[in-house]
């Protein structure tokens, strides 16, 4: 816990990795359950400590690891995900798990003070500033969401605790966090420009307090398009969008305010803008997929993890320099070193196989919910996620009966009760909701919550009373 640096030999001493490994610096080869589904069983002494696919940085020269830390998911003390609930987060595993990281090759780790109910910043400081600072990278965002940070002092106070909470003097990668949420465009100028935040950011770009400037993107393409359509002033160094298998065709057809990530990523790419990756697993849902989607998945590649096969997706694109994935248990760290340690290109086949999986999935009419919690808390004490989810699962799981008179209604009907009360306390379910809608404007995948929240407990009270 105390802020003190370890060099390198002792570090991987500690771990039980030989001192002669090599070094961080070579370039290599340029969330949902505590089990990742068919993850690997390898242990971290097995994985190569120097094959870490790297990319570079344009700009600055820079090898980032292809694989990135999202620290949005830290555990807590009782082994869940911070991001959760109000329990304190387990500094020794974090630190353990940054330890980890590091010695496999990781270096980007991303971070934001809205995560993990603003608790991500401090926990990612203390594990990272017992390592020497230039062996990773930090990412965070100017998170202003609510109006009451809006203001120019409000959004630099903001900016000035990252510095404190991460124990740096300078950002490696700062972001503007969730452009073209809610309002689009109006919103974007009352954080961002109207108040002056995006010229003192550019300013401190050029005393080097900031090494590079971008954003991530959610929602309204006009903000997205805006934003491209003024890089040789702002000179963006690069954008995080959302991107997977599904989302590349499929994002518009899901949720009509979404962008296919087949754009997104073209008009980085026609630019020269390098992509950073967020949702590669589409909110943990291509980690946990229909069961004929498993055997698909695993007929191909029986030594894989379902999850690996998205992350590959999301790497095999040249212009990506990391893919982030917030991993809160080892298992889903070390699977995903497996990954990229080195990365396996998908091939042309591939590629085309998983774009057919990808419209198999189509045919399953899932709510596009991330689980970023950003809807939360609901004013009248709903759980929205774990409804949203736990319909989601059953949906994957087949447990949604069309009517009383399909094969499996009975099993059906059963599952998805029981398994309602068991993951969402009964106070906390979708009967509660009022429709209020203070919770939709603040989704990033702009979901009607509350039609969706009325749609189930419509379904939920035909299977209560046999009617459907």
Request: charged fraction near 25%.
């Amino acid at each position: 816990m105390k802020n003190h640096n370890i060099n390198r030999r002792e570090f991987l001493k500690r771990l039980g990795i030989g001192a002669g490994v090599t070094g961080l610096t070579l370039t290599g080869c340029s969330t949902a359950s505590k089990k990742l589904s068919s993850a690997s069983s390898a242990s971290s002494s097995e994985l190569p400590t120097d094959k870490m696919t790297y990319r570079v940085n344009p700009k600055t020269g820079e090898n980032v690891s292809l694989l990135g830390y999202g620290c949005m998911r830290w555990p807590t003390i009782s082994g869940e995900s911070a991001r959760d609930g109000e329990e304190d987060i387990d500094q020794d595993t974090v630190n353990d798990l940054v330890d980890t990281a590091i010695a496999h090759g990781v270096n980007y780790f991303d971070t934001s003070p809205a995560y993990c109910k603003g608790r991500s910043e401090h926990a990612t400081g203390i594990a990272l500033s017992r390592h020497p600072r230039n062996s990773y990278y930090i990412a965070t965002k100017l998170s202003n969401f609510a109006p009451s940070t809006w203001s120019r002092e409000a959004s630099l106070a903001m900016y000035k605790n990252s510095l404190k909470e991460l124990q740096t003097d300078y950002i490696d990668y700062m972001l503007l966090h969730g452009v073209g949420m809610s309002d689009g465009m109006e919103e974007f100028n009352k954080r961002y420009i109207d108040n002056g935040v995006l010229d003192f950011l550019l300013s401190e770009r050029e005393t080097g307090r900031i090494k590079n400037l971008g954003f991530s993107y959610h929602g309204d393409i006009k903000v997205f398009d805006y934003l491209l359509s003024q890089h040789e002033k702002y000179k963006w160094d690069f954008v995080q969008i959302q991107l997977n298998y599904v989302d590349w065709k499929h994002a518009k057809e899901v949720n009509e305010r979404n962008t296919n990530a087949e754009y997104l990523y073209g008009e980085l790419e026609k630019r020269g803008i390098p992509a950073i990756i967020m949702e590669p697993l589409l909110g943990g849902r291509l980690s946990n997929v229909p069961e004929h989607i498993v055997t698909r998945l695993k007929q191909k590649e029986p030594d894989r993890s379902v999850a690996s096969w998205a992350f590959r997706y999301a790497g095999t694109h040249p212009g990506v320099l990391t893919v982030l994935s917030g991993m809160t248990y080892k298992e889903h760290l070390l699977d995903n070193l497996h990954s990229f340690c080195p990365l396996k290109p998908l091939t042309d086949e591939e590629l085309a196989f998983l774009y057919d999986t990808a419209d198999l999935m189509m045919q399953y009419p899932t709510i596009p919910c991330n689980d970023c919690k950003y809807c939360m808390p609901c004013p009248y004490g709903l759980d929205i996620p774990a409804i949203l989810l736990h319909y989601n699962k059953c949906i994957n799981e087949g447990n949604i009966p069309a009517s009383s008179q399909s094969d499996n209604y009975r099993e059906a009907r059963r599952a998805f009760l029981v398994g309602y009360d068991r993951s969402v306390p009964r106070l906390r379910q979708a009967n509660h909701c009022i429709g209020c809608g203070q919770c939709a404007p603040h989704c990033p995948q702009s979901i009607d919550i509350p039609g969706q929240l009325h749609k189930i407990d419509g379904f939920v009270e035909k299977l209560k009373q046999g009617t459907l």
